[in-house]
């Protein structure tokens, strides 16, 4: 079995000596096959020559090792830009949901003794030295109190906190200079926005009261499971909750029509809810949140890091191109998407004619794409194809490309992970029936 472990590090210089490191790995990249393709003949652009399959494994292997909030980063880019970036190079970016390293036994011991005091081990009757699983953040691991009750703990990797600003400007220059995001682009906003999320994702202390508030908010509903914090425990860096059993929620792929179908309309509905009655949203799609317990067909949720308060303007913005959508009233819909920030003024005056096409597109597709009266069928992408062929003439004009509201941002973050999770399932749901409950 591949050791995964690695010493994560911690100190200023070290993080910018790797960020260092992967650029010096990409600019020789870029230099190799520059050199190849010009013997061949071909004059290749620059961001051709950045945006290669190699170049994306060293990317992927460097935030792997330094875990936080550059890792973080490259997670939500592999899931946000499938339909924008080449497919090897998603691919190879969404290694990064779970190929984070470990910490090694002797690190994972300092950590633990700094929080707990030097006789940690004194507090369970057993405890796995062996992580469970690990993240961008922190790694979990399975103990047992001498009440027996069995725990996952959640803990965090050192220097992760102190490192999110740095982290983020550092993936943000990287990402300037691979020519991704245009001169003009001015993402100042967004990166604020990120920074102050992530450092909420690392207080664990929060973490732990946002379980609690979403425990009492699905009290009773027996489709979900939340895990409960240990209080006794719980620190800053270090988070133990009820350990509960269930598989990944990919194994959900391989059960029968209908329990894809029941557990995905619960997810969705759960979106629903939190952006229309909640006005409260766990705003991190990353499938490894979700686990399936086959035998109740309960949803188990983690990770509650990214749970943040919906402003009631962006919940009402949605709620008018919910309505404009399902009365198919055109003008309606695309003020609706000016108004939550989707769409610019500028670009909706220089390619109005583009958004009817692909407005089309989408209503007829919703409209028509049903394998029984009233179903959706996620599994149909027929669409797709026309509305990135459509798209394109809005892709090539950089220039009016413009970032929507964090808050848009995140909430859609939300929508569109949970809609790729039915892609990935299969799922068949009374798509339009279920939208008109919150409409």
């Known amino acids: 079995m591949t050791d995964r472990s690695r010493r994560v590090p911690q100190a200023r210089i070290a993080r910018l000596a790797a960020f260092g490191q992967m650029a010096g790995g990409i600019?020789?990249?870029?230099?190799?096959?520059?050199?190849?393709?010009?013997?061949?003949?071909?004059?290749?652009?620059?961001?051709?020559l950045l945006l290669t399959p190699a170049n994306a494994r060293r990317v992927t292997e460097q935030l792997s090792r330094l875990r936080g909030a550059a890792m973080k980063l490259g997670q939500m880019l592999s899931m946000d830009a499938g339909d924008v970036?080449?497919?090897?190079?998603?691919?190879?970016?969404?290694?990064?949901?779970?190929?984070?390293?470990?910490?090694?036994?002797?690190?994972?011991?300092?950590?633990?003794?700094?929080?707990?005091?030097?006789?940690?081990?004194?507090?369970?009757a057993r405890f796995d030295p062996r992580p469970l699983a690990a993240a961008s953040i922190g790694q979990v691991h399975r103990a047992v109190l001498p009440s027996g009750r069995v725990l996952a703990v959640k803990v965090q990797y050192?220097?992760?906190?102190?490192?999110?600003?740095?982290?983020?400007?550092?993936?943000?220059?990287?990402?300037?200079?691979?020519?991704?995001?245009?001169?003009?682009?001015?993402?100042?906003?967004?990166?604020?926005?990120?920074?102050?999320?992530?450092?909420?994702?690392?207080?664990?202390?929060?973490e732990a009261e946002q379980m609690r508030r979403y425990g009492a908010l699905l009290a009773g509903d027996d489709r979900f499971v939340v895990p409960r914090p240990e209080d006794t425990l719980l620190r800053p860096g270090i988070l133990p909750m009820d350990f509960i059993p269930g598989a990944p929620i990919d194994h959900l792929a391989q059960a029968p029509q209908g329990a894809r179908d029941a557990a995905m309309s619960a997810l969705l509905d759960l979106v629903l809810r939190e952006l229309?009655?909640?006005?409260?949203?766990?705003?991190?799609?990353?499938?490894?949140?979700?686990?399936?317990?086959?035998?109740?067909?309960?949803i188990v949720l983690l990770d509650f890091g990214a749970a943040r308060p919906i402003p009631p303007a962006t919940a009402q913005a949605y709620r008018r191109l919910l309505r404009a959508g399902l009365e198919e009233?055109?003008?309606?819909?695309?003020?609706?998407?000016?108004?939550?920030?989707?769409?610019?003024?500028?670009?909706?005056?220089?390619?109005?004619?583009?958004?009817?096409?692909?407005?089309?597109?989408?209503?007829?597709?919703?409209?028509?794409?049903?394998?029984?009266?009233?179903?959706?069928?996620?599994?149909?992408?027929?669409?797709?194809?026309?509305?990135?062929?459509?798209?394109?003439?809005?892709?090539?004009?950089?220039?009016?490309?413009?970032?929507?509201?964090?808050?848009?941002?995140?909430?859609?973050?939300?929508?569109?992970?949970?809609?790729?999770?039915?892609?990935?399932?299969?799922?068949?749901?009374?798509?339009?029936?279920?939208?008109?409950?919150?409409?």
């Open 27 to 48: 600019a020789a990249g870029v230099l190799g096959e520059g050199a190849r393709r010009l013997a061949r003949g071909e004059r290749p652009q620059l961001s051709d």
């Open 85 to 124: 970036l080449p497919p090897e190079l998603t691919e190879i970016l969404a290694r990064l949901r779970d190929a984070a390293h470990v910490m090694p036994p002797a690190q994972l011991d300092r950590v633990l003794a700094a929080q707990w005091g030097p006789d940690w081990r004194r507090r369970f």
């Open 158 to 206: 050192p220097g992760v906190a102190a490192s999110i600003d740095a982290d983020i400007d550092n993936v943000a220059t990287l990402l300037r200079l691979s020519g991704l995001l245009p001169e003009g682009l001015d993402v100042g906003a967004v990166l604020a926005e990120a920074k102050r999320q992530l450092h909420e994702e690392a207080d664990y202390l929060r």
């Open 276 to 298: 229309f009655d909640f006005g409260f949203m766990q705003t991190d799609p990353n499938f490894a949140n979700y686990r399936w317990q086959a035998d109740s067909g309960r």
């Open 329 to 439: 009233n055109r003008p309606a819909l695309h003020d609706a998407l000016i108004a939550i920030g989707f769409v610019s003024p500028t670009l909706h005056s220089r390619h109005g004619a583009t958004l009817e096409t692909l407005t089309d597109i989408v209503l007829r597709h919703v409209g028509t794409s049903r394998t029984a009266p009233g179903m959706f069928d996620f599994a149909d992408r027929s669409f797709v194809g026309a509305l990135r062929d459509g798209a394109r003439p809005i892709l090539a004009d950089r220039a009016s490309w413009h970032i929507p509201p964090a808050d848009t941002l995140f909430v859609q973050r939300k929508i569109s992970g949970t809609a790729l999770l039915c892609v990935r399932m299969g799922a068949r749901l009374p798509l339009i029936d279920m939208a008109e409950r919150f409409a």
